[in-house]
């Protein structure tokens, strides 16, 4: 009977190529299959680091991991070493991967992994934010309403918050951010990191949110944010009332919206719809 293969997640640099991991060449030279979320560039990382591929190399992305991950799987278990390469960081964090590794494990296949560079450590790193105890919280939703209700739940969190987002949408995620977290919030936004461009921007979220506004800004993001302060979390009323606003013009009715928003931040649902009441912009 053949015995299993074996499933190495492998890191990849996120910016740097010799922040390589040394055990990366060797397990990309010695791989039955390379799995990778673009082919293009791990051709690039191959001939970076200076060396051959034996073996089959396959795509895997989100939009083929559904139909990909049984072949795998099946290659694994005929005692296939795949090793799984995203574009940068570790496959499966925010990245192609999770699916893989489930159906493997449940397989009976082994699963191991070489550790690699990751934007949320360096990021926490740098940020100089509390990093004692931490969440990472991926991307915010694409659509306004979405990303304020998912900010709005982490309002109270005590954790230091790590988010990656684009820089289109950058200017609106940290100003929502403000409204959900407060603008006196202490935050990181963490551009390019090992890159020839890296910049760490830190400050109060007022001040990143006029930043951001101010020009175009470029590259990969990872937003570190300091996590709420036990003795002052309480959402403001004011803040509460803008979170109804919002909620109100997607068109929530009034009351709803101030059940949600009261669920959201332990304050009174009652208060906060005579505030409502009284308030002229509802």
């Known amino acids: ?40 560039r791990l051709r690039r990382l191959v001939t970076g680091l200076g060396i051959r591929l034996r073996g089959e190399v396959v795509s895997y992305h989100e939009h083929n991991e559904a139909t990909r991950t049984a072949d795998l799987v099946q290659r694994l278990r005929g005692g296939a070493r795949v090793v799984l390469v995203t574009d940068a960081g570790m496959p499966s964090v925010s990245d192609p991967g999770f699916r893989l590794v489930s159906e493997a494990a449940a397989a009976g296949v082994r699963v191991t992994a070489v550790p690699g560079p990751s934007a949320v450590l360096t990021a926490l790193a740098v940020s100089g934010l509390p990093v004692d105890r931490f969440c990472f919280e991926g991307f915010p939703p694409r659509k306004a309403g979405e990303r304020g209700r998912m900010l709005s739940a982490l309002a109270t969190e005590a954790r230091t918050m790590v988010f990656f987002e684009a820089p289109h949408r950058l200017g609106a995620t940290l100003s929502a951010m403000a409204l959900a ?53 309480a959402v403001s009323a004011d803040r509460a009332l803008a979170m109804v606003r919002e909620r109100v013009a997607e068109g929530a009715r009034t009351k709803d919206a101030c059940r949600e928003v009261a669920a959201l931040t332990g304050g009174s649902a009652r208060a906060l719809y005579d505030a409502a009441v009284r308030d002229h912009n509802l």
Not at 2 to 16: M, Q
Not at 218 to 232: C, K, S
């Open 1 to 40: 009977m053949t015995s299993p293969g074996v499933l190495v997640l492998a890191g990849t640099p996120i910016g740097e190529l010799r922040d390589a991991p040394p055990r990366l060449a060797a397990e990309l030279e010695g791989a039955d299959v390379v799995a990778a979320e673009d082919t293009r």
């Open 181 to 233: 977290f407060g603008d006196t919030r202490a935050a990181a936004v963490c551009r390019e990191l090992t890159k020839t461009y890296e910049e760490v921007r830190r400050g109060p979220l007022r001040e990143l949110v006029a930043w951001a506004e101010a020009g175009e800004v470029l590259g990969e993001i990872t937003v570190v944010v300091a996590g709420a302060d036990p003795a002052t979390s």
